[in-house]
């Protein structure tokens, strides 16, 4: 691969600006999340949203309508990282403590 390959997706990526005055915080978005979160992501169709954080539970939202539609217990320790796989179906998280755990995706 060429090195400008590489660099490629990277240059088409739109630079985002935000005002700290209008962001909105996350607990505005994330409600019943009462501590930090480490790790969002969205699914490919732009439905649903995984959150985990330091309160060691995963959470996946309808993303338009920002309610929280499933909530796991797992890890001992902070979620690290949450992804949600490409058909939408599982959700992957990783805890401080080590743990990888995967979860079933409620349907949409």
Known sequence: MSSSAARGPIQNLLPLHFSHAHAPTFPTIFPLHHVQIN???????????????????????????????ASGAG???????????????IVVS??????????KAPAV
């Open 39 to 69: 790790s969002v992501d969205i699914d490919v169709e732009g439905k649903l949203m995984a959150s985990g954080g330091a309160d060691r539970l995963v959470k996946v939202w309808l993303y338009d309508e920002g309610d929280c539609i």
């Open 75 to 89: 890890h001992s320790g902070a979620v690290t990282k949450v992804k949600i796989s490409p058909n939408g179906r």
């Open 94 to 103: 990783v805890g401080a403590e080590g743990a990888i755990m995967i979860w």
